[in-house]
C-alpha cells in the first residue's frame, strides 16, 4: 500500500515539475503527449490505491491532493491557450477561403433566363 502511495506521489510530483516549466511553441506536442503519458501512469495507481491508514500517509495523501489543485489549474490553462490557438486557425482558414473565393456564399440567380421556345 505505502509503494503505491509513494509511486503515486513521485508521478504527481513530476507531472508538478514538468507543468510548471515554461513551454515553447515549436516543443508543445511532446509536452502535451509527456503530460498524457504521466496522467495515464497515476490513472492506473488510483485505480488500484486503498485509502491511507497512517497519519504518514495521511500527510502524503494531503501533499498529494494540494499538488493536484495546482495541476488541474494548469491544464486548464493549457487547454484554453489550445482551444485560443484553434480558433485562431480557424478564423484564418475561414480568412484565406473567403478571399480565394469571395463570391462562394453568394447565391443569387440574377441574370438567369431560361428560353421555354422550342
Known amino acids: 500500500?505505502?509503494?503505491?502511495?509513494?509511486?503515486?506521489?513521485?508521478?504527481?510530483?513530476?507531472?508538478?515539475?514538468?507543468?510548471?516549466?515554461?513551454?515553447?511553441?515549436?516543443?508543445?506536442?511532446?509536452?502535451?503527449?509527456?503530460?498524457?503519458?504521466?496522467?495515464?501512469?497515476?490513472?492506473?495507481?488510483l485505480s488500484a490505491l486503498q485509502p491511507p491508514n497512517t497519519a504518514e500517509e495521511k500527510e502524503r495523501a494531503l501533499r498529494i491532493i494540494q499538488m493536484n489543485e495546482v495541476i488541474d489549474e494548469k491544464l486548464k490553462e493549457i487547454k484554453h491557450a489550445i482551444m485560443g490557438d484553434i480558433r485562431g486557425l480557424r478564423m484564418k482558414k475561414k480568412q484565406a477561403n473567403h478571399y480565394a473565393n469571395p463570391y462562394a456564399n453568394l447565391s443569387s440567380m440574377d441574370g438567369t433566363f431560361y428560353d421555354k421556345k422550342k
Open 1 to 45: 500500500m505505502s509503494s503505491s502511495l509513494d509511486n503515486l506521489y513521485d508521478l504527481t510530483k513530476s507531472l508538478y515539475d514538468h507543468l510548471q516549466t515554461p513551454v515553447m511553441e515549436s516543443e508543445r506536442e511532446g509536452y502535451i503527449e509527456k503530460i498524457d503519458g504521466l496522467l495515464e501512469q497515476r490513472e492506473e495507481i
